[in-house]
């Protein structure tokens, strides 16, 4: 089966701190997308980043990076120095290349930020 | 340029009523995904349009939803005789080809009373 697993329903950091956000994924294909989105209250669904499977780099986007671990199927988010605006809840999501294209996701990690 | 846009923000409607929900894709994308996003389900994919081909509806929950896209552009879902099952936040996507990344719209919220 193809799945996406977040485990967190909820966490918490204090501004301008560190948070570490996990994801679990099973597949059986070799090649595969995997994504970060953000969705604030306003419901848009925003990509945070995005990293391809055969690459062995982690991607980063600013303040935003991963630890990709293939072999243990993990995919962790981490933001660094936490703003406000980084409240929201955030989705873990794979691209399988099934004939669909569709994206499979996580339950999602609802992020709090404390001033 | 623009992004994903989707119609309306927000509907309400009584049990029984058929409803419509637009979304239009970002230019030139020929891929265009809806999914469904409700509180207990998570996000669920509904449907899929490549091109002009013919939509993949595997993912529909049942043969109240259908969706069509006209001239490989905008996409409108339909869902006959609404049920409050069908409550939920209804995203579009679209992406420049197949397997590509996903852009997606603010959706719809739909509430059936």
């Known amino acids: 089966a193809q799945t996406v697993t977040q485990s967190q329903p909820e966490m918490s950091v204090q501004e301008a701190e560190t948070v570490t956000l996990s994801c679990t994924y099973d597949t059986s294909e070799s090649d595969y997308y995997l994504f970060w989105y953000k969705q604030p209250p306003s419901r848009q669904m925003i990509l945070v980043i995005r990293?391809?499977?055969?690459?062995?780099q982690n991607a980063t986007e600013n303040r935003f990076s991963v630890n990709f671990q293939k072999a243990a199927k993990s995919f962790s988010l981490k933001i660094s120095d936490s703003q406000l605006g980084d409240a929201a809840m955030y989705f873990c999501a794979g691209d399988y290349g099934g004939s669909q294209g569709n994206l499979i996701f996580g339950k999602g990690t609802k992020l709090s930020v404390k001033p | 340029g623009a992004g994903v846009s989707q119609s309306p923000s927000n509907k309400v409607t009584e049990k029984g009523k058929d409803v419509e929900l637009r979304c239009d894709p970002i230019?030139?994308?020929?891929?265009l995904y809806w999914y469904r996003q409700s509180l207990g389900q998570g996000l669920e994919f509904l449907i899929y349009?490549?091109?002009?081909?013919?939509?993949?509806k595997s993912g529909l929950p049942s043969d109240r939803f259908s969706a069509e896209r006209t001239g490989g552009s905008v996409s409108t879902l339909t869902i006959q005789r609404t049920q409050q099952e069908d409550s939920a936040v209804y995203l579009c996507?679209?992406?420049?080809?197949?397997?590509?990344?996903?852009?997606f719209g603010p959706g719809t919220r739909l509430t059936v009373l």
């Open positions: 349009f490549q091109g002009n081909s013919a939509p993949d």
């Open positions: 230019s030139g994308h020929t891929a």
């Open positions: 996507a679209s992406s420049l080809r197949w397997a590509d990344t996903q852009y």
């Open positions: 990293q391809e499977a055969y690459k062995q």
